[in-house]
């Protein structure tokens, strides 16, 4: 990890779900660009997660304070809040239970979602939200639309009509993005929206966050996996880091930014796999050859790179940073 970028006092700013993948680089990035970070975790201190990979961060004991909220109870955020020039909502409830009704997930992140954007208004204090979004918000649709960009939207019938993997998850989060932006006109709160895909590189986190085994499937052997690689977007996890940060330092941008630099098939993951990899059991062409062609549009970030944000990261070190840090991390 490189040293920091800027030692002045940038001042306090708020990150939700900062214990997950993208909250805790993003905590260590803004660290090191001199901002104070405040983040919640539930039932802090008494909990017995350990958060030492946020703790142990340089700068931290100084400047990383840590509180208890919950997002089920969005208002134990106002004084989390309270005091923050800006707010990154990362956090999303994530239900892994398949017997809870859509309508209870959708409440559920839609109300966490109003309840943080509450707090933000009530605070007076906060110039710029940055809502962590996702592709998924933009990419269900049964029209044929080409390149991709924000004016898209998932279509929530079409997806609960083809019931994909996550559909839950699709449905709230496209729900809960829209509902976001609302809230923010209706409010004069500036509030912009950030769209990534799959993301991939090493992680802070003790365990290998979800997108990262599902971009490492054919070194896993997770063969149920293989579709959701057929043709995919993928970034890397500190150039979603430092677009968050680039749209708070320029608040007189407005609504989404998709944050998507390239595009692969699992034919070109394999090959550079197996390649610069050898040792692990990476499949060969011919036993991909079952796999169902995506019908995958692509992602423009023409919005975001034309108000001078550069991504810094190709595609050998989305793996090679993900495999190193799995394999330190006895992942691999």
Known sequence: MEGGDDDDDKGIVCVTGGTGYVGSWLIM?????????????RSYPDSNKDISYLTNLPGASEKLQIFNADLNLPETFAGVIRGCTGVFHVAHPVTFEENVPEEVTNERAINATLGILQACVNSKTVKQVVYTSSAFTVLYN???????DESHWTDIDYVRAQKPFGASYIISKTLAERAALEFAKDHGLNLVSLIPPMIIGPYLCPHCPGSVYTA??????????????SKTSLVHIDDVANAHIFLLENPNLKGRYICSPLEVTIDQICEFLSAKYPEYPVPKADLLKGIEESKYSGLSSKKLLDCGFKFKYGFEDMFDGAIQCCFAKKGV
């Open 142 to 148: 049964d029209k044929n639309l080409g390149m991709i």
């Open 216 to 229: 490492l499937a054919v070194i896993f052997g997770e063969e149920e996996q293989y579709k959701h690689l």
């Open 29 to 41: 990035r803004l660290l090191q660009h001199g901002y104070t970070v405040r983040t919640a975790i």
